[in-house]
């Protein structure tokens, strides 16, 4: 079957730098999405990678490891706004989005 | 502005009683979703659209319907809502590459449902 694993919940500090990993088994694969979601609202999107490597976007940078099954969602210059659930995303051979639980991120003054 | 419109933002309803959940994009979308998300759960995608006049299942398509005859619009309908179908809804649009490839999705606010 398809499934994607990402950890529950993580903590970090402000300031500090923190990673959130994704691992994904897919029927084929078409690149992986990560989107931020805040309590109550819309998930927004963060990243595409299709390729494997690291992907930079100011704070935010993605990696994709296709041989491994991986990506992590790299946060640096932690913000109290960045306290947030992070939703892994891949997409199949179909072109489906097979969706992760979310990582809650937790961040401490 | 850009935007994906849902309405209403929240509903309590009783068991039975037919609802309608709009979805609205101005962004000539191609591919419109509809996902229901639970605690827990993360996103479960219920029906999705790649096209005017084609619609296909999700992973949880059963106790809802849709239609697409417009490219903007895609409403949810649950022609007999159930306690179980209570939850926070989204709708999400995306243009689709050449290949068929689903881009960035942007979703609408989220529309809380509750089914007593």
């Known amino acids: 079957g398809q499934n994607i694993d990402q950890p529950t919940e993580m903590t970090a500090t402000e300031g500090a730098i923190v990673q959130i990993n994704c691992t994904y088994q897919?029927?084929?694969?078409?690149?992986l999405f990560w989107y931020q979601q805040h309590a109550g609202e819309a998930p927004t999107f963060l990243s595409y990678?299709?390729l494997d490597g690291l992907e930079e976007k100011g704070r935010f940078s993605s990696f994709l490891s296709r041989s491994k099954g991986y990506s992590y969602l790299l946060l640096k210059e932690l913000q109290m706004k960045d306290s947030a659930s992070y939703l892994c995303?891949?997409?199949?051979?179909?072109?489906?989005?097979?969706w992760g639980a979310g990582t809650k991120l937790i961040i401490k003054p | 502005e850009a935007q994906v419109t849902q309405n209403p933002r929240y509903l309590i309803t009783v068991t039975g009683k037919k609802l309608t959940v709009t979805c609205s994009q101005n962004?000539?979308?191609?591919?419109m979703s509809w996902y229901r998300q639970d605690p827990g759960l993360g996103l479960r995608q219920i029906y999705y659209?790649?096209?005017?006049?084609?619609?296909d299942k999700g992973d949880v398509p059963e106790g809802y319907k849709v239609s697409r005859k417009e490219k903007r619009n895609f409403p949810l309908i649950l022609e007999s809502p159930s306690p179980n179908q209570t939850s926070l809804y989204f709708c999400?649009?995306?243009?689709?590459?050449?290949?068929?490839?689903?881009?960035?999705?942007?979703f609408g606010e989220g529309s809380r449902l509750t089914v007593l």
């Open positions: 999400a649009s995306s243009f689709l590459g050449e290949t068929g490839v689903i881009g960035e999705l942007f």
């Open positions: 962004m000539n979308h191609e591919y």
């Open positions: 659209s790649m096209n005017v006049e084609v619609t």
């Open positions: 897919t029927s084929g694969f078409n690149g």
């Open positions: 990678n299709v």
């Open positions: 995303a891949a997409l199949d051979s179909n072109y489906q989005l097979i």
